[in-house]
């Protein structure tokens, strides 16, 4: 349909051959019923709005008495298009009124799809908005609060009677209102009953879509794209607030563990994220870090206490991207990860970004703080669409100290052939060089000259990842930092990984030197087959060689469903005499995720568990997360119907006993899909639309409403009072002559919904009609998509049909409640 049709009350209307009809066995009444083309029934609805193809999320609609779209404010600035002055007479006032969008676009197509709960328009170029960032092309505002948790413990009871216990929470606390983020991140240790509570930033944020940017303030993280992360306290404003994604700026941490281990990652001194790893390689990603300049250091602890450390240098992280044209702003005073830091300085911060030519960003910065200045350079360029290339440069002077420094660092990525991916990264700065963080790390002079000379001189990361369809993959990554105390340590980590017809075989070497180990040396070995059992069943088996030390080990994991795994081993020393049989279980029981392991060897029984999620309070009461809420999230809804899977872009979640689930992230102006899926749901319920489609903007609440539908279906066997059964074609109607239905061969009727109060009638041929009277059968399976029943249809007069019509044909004493599925 053509907008210019909109605004007629005139209406297409489909003809039908009535011969014809009653050719083939159907009543010709039946085309009374479909001459009239769908359309959206009278007031505001709300649809799913597409826009020259291209998905924009929900908005409310209005229609008119005969179903034609009105133009409003709203809808078109949703629509991302312009806004006419003129008004439809008569159509509403304010907000409300209906612009004569038609008129002024003559050109534009508009399609009503009432059956998708959808309406798709078809605009010309000139009617589009300037491309931007419009406020109306997203969700905005909203309100509710959130907790983040994440808690892990582990207890470890020797058999001599000793033990050791380690607890962690992890909290985030926030609320999401106006478009405001505002967020609280804390963390609590205790070791053996040492309890350490450690705050790590508190700060509210909102982004300026008209400066594409974004505002925070509070305890923050400086994010200047040529100096490394300043914890301070004040305010800052950066230009890629609005395109940026969330998550975890492109950093991956690769370890072997040797046995169960904890793993803790510290940025600028604080613990940002500690978690447990089983036996085995491991890959942490997604993690909540402070900036994307400071380095990573992490330590893997095993259960018998053995640690291995090593350091994840900035440069390396993956995915990084070229910093966003604009201007960068931050003032405050510099905060210290941990207490007695001294007096810290204000500071003040500024760089600037601009694009030269295609696909390269030239960035320059300056920093000013007591007794501190530094100036930056840094360049971003692709050359080539298979080469990356990162270029840093600071300079310096501790005026305290009368120091003065550089440091520089480069980073390549490159793609060498379809199968072979090359990066590199290297470090350097002199021993004069400061960062804000350094200037009061410690408190006696002589300690600040020991802890300069342990910084590190040079740091170095070249990494190769290689695939043959043949060979399998490789990959291979090695790290070394040079201190100026002559203090050298390097890493290296490689895999190899290969699929055959009925296993998958891998190898893994990681070898950390310089770091504390309780074994002879940092070199780890493992060699692993695993086999696919079929039906999520999984059986693999493991060398391990470290230093002196060989052990075999063995292992089987079932995935009983989506919600449910387990794992059991055994590990077995070849040249020693230690073994250990562990077990683990974790389970994701809908609204929150935990898991519980325990290990038993020669000396010692071990025992872990890890809860996490989310919590989310909004208007309409307390719901529960499996994963942990970003800062763009939502409130999912199916009308009371507890247990509904609903798949979001987080993950799959279940509606809790009020009909309500937590859509944890949605990415911020993008379009998402939430979608119901309908196997999930009771056999007699229906949904009008299942799938929706968002477009959110950054901090804002969305709360989504899926309207359902409890039906009644039957399948009913007709036949007339002399026990024939019902002829074909003739139709079902109601008593207002409504048509419902046509009946099918051998009187079979499939009525999609009908209630306890519904009088129904067949119109026979010579204009007699009779009267449907039920007959249900005992014990219908409510899990079942429909009842069964047979009926007489018995002759009546048009009086006696008025009659009967008040009188219900299908008691509530005969067909029971309503099934519920």
């Known amino acids: 349909m053509h907008a210019q049709d909109q605004g007629s009350t005139d209406r297409s209307f489909a003809q039908f051959d009535t011969s014809i009809l009653s050719s083939r066995g159907i009543d010709p009444r039946v085309s009374d019923y479909l001459r009239a083309t769908p359309r959206f029934h009278e007031g505001a609805q709300v649809v799913s709005l597409r826009v020259n193809g291209n998905p924009l999320g929900l908005t409310e609609a209005r229609f008119d008495r005969e179903g034609a779209l009105c133009f409003t404010r709203s809808l078109l600035e949703k629509a991302g298009v312009q806004v006419p002055a003129a008004i439809i007479d008569g159509a509403g006032v304010g907000d409300q009124a209906c612009h004569d969008f038609l008129a002024r676009f003559p050109n534009t197509v508009v399609s009503l799809l009432p059956g998708r709960e959808e309406v798709a328009l078809v605009v010309p170029s000139e009617a589009l908005r300037e491309p931007g960032f419009a406020e109306g092309a997203f969700s905005q505002g909203g309100l509710a609060g959130l907790l983040n948790y994440d808690v892990l413990g582990l207890d470890s009871q020797s058999s001599s009677g000793g033990g050791n216990r380690y607890l962690s929470a992890a909290t985030e606390a926030g609320v999401n209102l106006g478009d405001w983020i505002v967020r609280s991140r804390q963390l609590y240790t205790s070791i053996n009953g040492v309890q350490r509570s450690e705050h790590l930033y508190a700060y509210a944020q909102r982004d300026v879509l008209a400066l594409q940017s974004t505002f925070q303030a509070g305890q923050?993280?400086?994010?200047?794209?040529?100096?490394?992360?300043?914890?301070?306290?004040?305010?800052?404003?950066?230009?890629?607030?609005?395109?940026?994604?969330?998550?975890?700026?492109?950093?991956?941490?690769?370890?072997?563990?040797?046995?169960?281990?904890?793993?803790?990652?510290?940025?600028?001194?604080?613990?940002?994220?500690?978690?447990?790893?089983?036996?085995?390689?491991?890959?942490?990603?997604?993690?909540?870090?402070?900036?994307?300049?400071?380095?990573?250091?992490?330590?893997?602890?095993?259960?018998?206490?053995?640690?291995?450390?090593?350091?994840?240098?900035?440069?390396?992280?993956?995915?990084?991207?070229?910093?966003?044209?604009?201007?960068?702003?931050?003032?405050?005073?510099?905060?210290?990860?941990?207490?007695?830091?001294?007096?810290?300085?204000?500071?003040?911060?500024?760089?600037?970004?601009?694009?030269?030519?295609?696909?390269?960003?030239?960035?320059?910065?300056?920093?000013?703080?007591?007794?501190?200045?530094?100036?930056?350079?840094?360049?971003?360029?692709?050359?080539?669409?298979?080469?990356?290339?990162?270029?840093?440069?600071?300079?310096?002077?501790?005026?305290?100290?009368?120091?003065?420094?550089?440091?520089?660092?480069?980073?390549?990525?490159?793609?060498?052939?379809?199968?072979?991916?090359?990066?590199?990264?290297?470090?350097?700065?002199?021993?004069?060089?400061?960062?804000?963080?350094?200037?009061?790390?410690?408190?006696?002079?002589?300690?600040?000259?020991?802890?300069?000379?342990?910084?590190?001189?040079?740091?170095?990361?070249?990494?190769?990842?290689?695939?043959?369809?043949?060979?399998?993959?490789?990959?291979?990554?090695?790290t070394q930092s040079s201190q100026f105390d002559n203090q050298t340590y390097a890493r290296l980590y490689g895999s190899w990984n290969k699929s055959f017809k009925h296993a998958n075989v891998s190898a893994y070497v990681d070898s950390a030197m310089g770091t504390s180990s309780a074994y002879d040396d940092g070199v780890s070995v493992r060699l692993q087959v695993s086999v696919p059992l079929g039906r999520d069943r999984r059986a693999r088996s493991s060398l391990t060689h470290q230093g002196s030390r060989s052990t075999l080990g063995a292992a089987y994991s079932e995935r009983i469903s989506d919600s449910?795994?387990?794992?059991?081993?055994?590990?077995?020393?070849?040249?020693?005499?230690?073994?250990?049989?562990?077990?683990?279980?974790?389970?994701?029981?809908?609204?929150?995720?935990?898991?519980?392991?325990?290990?038993?060897?020669?000396?010692?029984?071990?025992?872990?568990?890890?809860?996490?999620?989310?919590?989310?309070?909004?208007?309409?009461?307390?719901?529960?997360?499996?994963?942990?809420?970003?800062?763009?999230?939502?409130?999912?809804?199916?009308?009371?119907?507890?247990?509904?899977?609903?798949?979001?872009?987080?993950?799959?979640?279940?509606?809790?006993?009020?009909?309500?689930?937590?859509?944890?992230?949605?990415?911020?102006?993008?379009?998402?899909?939430?979608?119901?899926?309908?196997?999930?749901?009771?056999?007699?319920?229906d949904i009008q639309n299942g799938t929706k489609v968002l477009s959110a903007g950054r901090g804002s609440f969305n709360a989504v409403d899926f309207s359902v539908l409890n039906v009644r279906r039957l399948l009913v066997q007709a036949r007339d009072e002399s026990g024939a059964a019902l002829p074909q074609g003739v139709s079902v109607l109601t008593t207002n002559d409504d048509f419902l239905t046509s009946v099918a061969g051998e009187g079979l009727i499939f009525l999609s919904d009908i209630n306890e109060q519904q009088a129904l009638k067949v119109a026979l041929s010579g204009s007699r009609t009779c009267q449907l009277q039920f007959e249900f059968m005992e014990n219908n399976d409510e899990d079942l998509p429909y009842e069964t029943a047979s009926a007489v249809c018995r002759d009546f007069s048009a009086s006696e049909a008025m009659a009967s019509s008040e009188e219900p044909v299908l008691p509530g004493s005969a067909v029971g409640e309503p099934s519920e599925g």
């Open 220 to 478: 923050l993280s400086s994010n200047s794209p040529v100096f490394g992360g300043v914890q301070f306290s004040g305010f800052q404003f950066f230009p890629d607030g609005v395109k940026r994604g969330e998550g975890s700026g492109g950093a991956v941490v690769e370890g072997l563990a040797l046995s169960q281990s904890r793993v803790e990652v510290r940025q600028s001194g604080a613990l940002i994220y500690t978690t447990l790893v089983p036996e085995g390689p491991f890959t942490l990603s997604h993690l909540p870090l402070l900036n994307g300049t400071s380095d990573l250091d992490v330590s893997v602890i095993e259960e018998n206490g053995a640690e291995q450390r090593f350091v994840v240098p900035a440069a390396s992280f993956r995915g990084m991207t070229p910093a966003q044209s604009g201007y960068y702003l931050s003032l405050g005073q510099a905060r210290g990860a941990g207490k007695g830091e001294g007096e810290q300085p204000l500071l003040a911060m500024g760089s600037a970004t601009w694009g030269i030519g295609r696909g390269a960003a030239l960035s320059s910065g300056l920093v000013g703080a007591q007794n501190y200045q530094a100036v930056g350079l840094g360049l971003d360029t692709r050359p080539m669409d298979n080469l990356a290339l990162g270029a840093r440069g600071n300079v310096s002077h501790d005026k305290a100290s009368g120091r003065s420094g550089a440091r520089s660092s480069l980073s390549l990525g490159t793609s060498l052939a379809d199968s072979l991916d090359l990066s590199l990264s290297v470090t350097r700065q002199t021993l004069g060089y400061r960062e804000v963080s350094q200037l009061h790390s410690v408190g006696k002079e002589d300690d600040r000259q020991d802890f300069y000379a342990s910084r590190f001189k040079d740091q170095y990361t070249p990494g190769l990842n290689w695939f043959d369809p043949a060979l399998g993959g490789f990959s291979l990554g090695y």
């Open 564 to 685: 449910l795994n387990y794992e059991v081993g055994h590990e077995q020393g070849l040249n020693h005499p230690n073994s250990q049989t562990r077990g683990s279980l974790n389970a994701l029981p809908r609204y929150t995720q935990v898991g519980l392991g325990a290990s038993q060897d020669r000396f010692s029984t071990h025992y872990n568990g890890y809860l996490r999620g989310g919590v989310v309070a909004h208007g309409q009461g307390v719901t529960f997360s499996p994963y942990r809420i970003q800062e763009t999230f939502g409130v999912v809804s199916v009308e009371g119907v507890p247990g509904a899977r609903i798949n979001t872009p987080q993950g799959p979640v279940w509606t809790d006993s009020q009909g309500r689930a937590v859509i944890a992230s949605l990415p911020a102006y993008n379009n998402s899909r939430v979608e119901v899926d309908t196997r999930s749901l009771p056999r007699r319920v």
